[in-house]
């Protein structure tokens, strides 16, 4: 079972930038993952994806991150990130990346298989 460890988050002035890192430490089957991505859940909210990227190095966004966030994988690394810039008080949030190992990788909450315990993100104003 992969178990995975974001880092990165912090508090950061709206417009300014952050770059969230997932380690994943492996336990055998990291070769398996289909599909990584990083999701967020503010206060009161439901968790939502935010962007993800596929075994194939396919990646999709939601569409309010378009243009400020960036996801990528260092294979070798076995890390993922998610570069943050431009950010607004509405991205403030705790952070999560992910791992589904069957399926399409649609960034849907309930298809992912593992979750990290999240890194949170503040923006002030």
């Known amino acids: 079972q992969v178990q995975l460890v974001e880092s990165g988050g912090g508090s950061v002035q709206a417009g300014g930038s952050l770059r969230l890192s997932c380690a994943a430490s492996?336990?055998?089957?990291?070769?398996?993952?289909?599909?990584m991505g990083w999701f967020r859940q503010a206060p009161g909210s439901e968790r939502e994806g935010v962007a993800r990227i596929g075994y194939d190095g396919s990646t999709r966004y939601i569409e309010s991150v378009k243009g400020r966030f960036t996801i990528s994988k260092d294979n070798a690394k076995n890390t993922l990130y998610l570069q943050m810039d431009n950010l607004k008080p509405e991205d403030a949030a705790m952070y999560y990346c992910?791992?589904?190992?069957?399926?399409?990788?649609?960034?849907?909450?309930?298809?992912?298989?593992?979750w990290g315990k999240g890194t949170l993100v503040t923006i002030s104003s």
């Open positions: 992910a791992a589904q190992y069957i399926g399409s990788c649609q960034l849907r909450v309930a298809d992912m298989n593992v």
């Open positions: 492996v336990s055998g089957y990291i070769n398996n993952i289909i599909c």
